[in-house]
């Protein structure tokens, strides 16, 4: 694998869009966080693909996303404390967690799923917020069995399966990030991130994306 200094990687970069419209390596154009960006970047730079929490290009990492995307991108991945309980999986995941896409399929027929796109603003339709506690400095994660969409079949079930396992209070312990914490994980990664925007098109006569 190519290594990059940071001057070598902002010229490879700047080649790769002077060079014009590249094909995209994968033909997922309207799958929500497909990483075509990412990989085809990846690809062009001669750097494998890592999907590990490490830099993938020497102590340098790259984050690619579409213009105009409504897509998120993934800084780092941080459990939320306290962390000696490991509250993912002995709490959210048992207890809040509903049953996997690929149950049954890909993956057993018990296998379960806790995923939250989670914001400070509104409850999700499952009853998660983030609360910005600023007297604590933290970031709270919390759960309110009355912000639920109850009048979607599938969450309401869902609903009940909670009460069933752990009860509609609120989660205990309660998960936090501390913002001290947050500050100095996130902020030093981004001092050492390439942030790549591309347009993109379809070809029409061959029904293939490009970037």
Request: glycine share 6%; with cysteine; charged share 25%.
């Amino acid at each position: 694998m190519k290594l990059y200094t940071k001057e070598e990687l902002i010229i490879a970069i700047k080649d790769i869009f002077n060079q014009g419209w590249h094909k995209s390596v994968k033909k997922t154009r309207n799958t929500r966080n497909d990483g075509a960006v990412g990989n085809t970047l990846e690809v062009l730079l001669g750097i494998d693909e890592n999907n590990l929490p490490v830099p993938n290009a020497q102590e340098w990492e790259l984050k690619g996303q579409r213009l105009h995307t409504d897509s998120l991108i993934t800084l780092k991945h941080i459990e939320p404390s306290p962390t000696a309980i490991k509250v993912v999986s002995n709490i959210l995941l048992p207890y809040y967690g509903w049953k996997h896409k690929q149950a049954g399929k890909k993956y057993p027929i018990s296998e379960m799923s806790f995923r939250s796109t989670t914001g400070s603003k509104n409850f999700t339709n499952r009853g998660f917020r983030i609360v910005v506690d600023r007297e604590q400095e933290k970031l709270r994660f919390i759960f309110d069995a009355s912000m639920v969409d109850t009048s979607d079949p599938e969450i309401y079930q869902w609903l009940q399966s909670v009460d069933k396992r752990i009860g509609l209070g609120p989660i205990n312990p309660e998960p936090y990030w501390g913002i001290e914490d947050l500050r100095y994980a996130i902020g030093s990664k981004i001092m050492n991130c390439f942030y790549v925007v591309a347009e993109s098109k379809v070809k029409i006569n061959t029904n293939t994306s490009n970037i």
